[in-house]
């Protein structure tokens, strides 16, 4: 992952001094969401049953390629918070019991989109597509257990070392994925003359990240994000 990113800078470098490029920041709100898979499941199992979307951010810069008249190469490099939300209730021996959990993921992420502008306004709005490549660089998974009166809460690392459950001592509690991820992004927006732009971005991961078998999960987000390309006169 080091080798890619270094390498996106230093293309990024060369092109500048060949074509129209600009520079900027990019931050936003995410809602997150892992999609689970599980082969051969049981009749009526659902894997995603009391997962919700997890309140995450991403941030970073960006580079604003012109291509042709209206066509744009937009390549990033942004850290990006990923995860899951989980709830479930049960009631066992009369007493209702409710667990909770929080997967936390962060993620360093390479989107490149090609992007159509157009003029309207004072501005462009602006569509587009393009792949995206990360590399898990952190995570933690938070639980917590409430029933009778009472709560117990506990807290686990994510580890991106791609071991499979079988492969770990029977004492590790840790969630262990596959570090890298990669998938799609679809995003529009708006970008005033200033530099100032607004967009909105769906990102659908297509890679498998759990190391096993014999289940699969994989991350996408819907984002919102407030940008500001400083313009190459």
């Known amino acids: 992952m080091k080798k890619n990113v270094l390498l996106v800078i230093a293309l990024l470098g060369t092109l500048s001094t060949y074509a129209q490029v600009s520079f900027g920041v990019k931050a936003g709100f995410s809602s997150a969401k892992v999609k689970f898979d599980v082969d051969n499941a049981p009749a009526g199992f659902d894997p995603n049953e009391g997962m919700s979307r997890l309140p995450a951010w991403h941030a970073g810069l960006i580079a604003d390629i012109q291509l042709a008249d209206n066509f744009y190469l937009q390549p990033g490099l942004m850290a990006s918070a990923k995860g ?9 021996e009369g007493t209702k019991v409710s667990m909770e959990s929080k997967i936390s993921l962060m993620y360093l992420e390479v989107p490149v989109n090609f992007l159509y502008k157009h003029e309207l306004g ?6 587009g597509f393009g792949p995206y490549v990360a590399y898990g660089i952190g995570g933690k998974v938070k639980t917590k257990a409430t029933g009778g009166g009472n709560s117990a809460s506990e807290d686990y690392k994510v580890k991106f070392d791609g071991k499979k459950d079988a492969d770990l001592p029977a004492n ?40 096993n078998d014999n289940s699969s999960s994989k991350n996408n987000y819907f984002g919102i994000s407030l940008g500001y390309l400083l313009k190459k006169k």
């Open 172 to 211: 590790d509690e840790d969630l262990h994925l596959k570090g890298l991820d990669a998938g799609g992004n679809f995003i529009v927006g708006y970008e005033l003359k200033s530099g100032l732009l607004l967009s909105v971005n769906y990102s659908l991961g297509l890679v498998n990240t759990d190391p």
């Open 84 to 92: 899951v939300k989980s709830k479930f209730e049960e009631t066992i």
């Open 122 to 127: 004072s501005g462009k709005i602006f569509g």
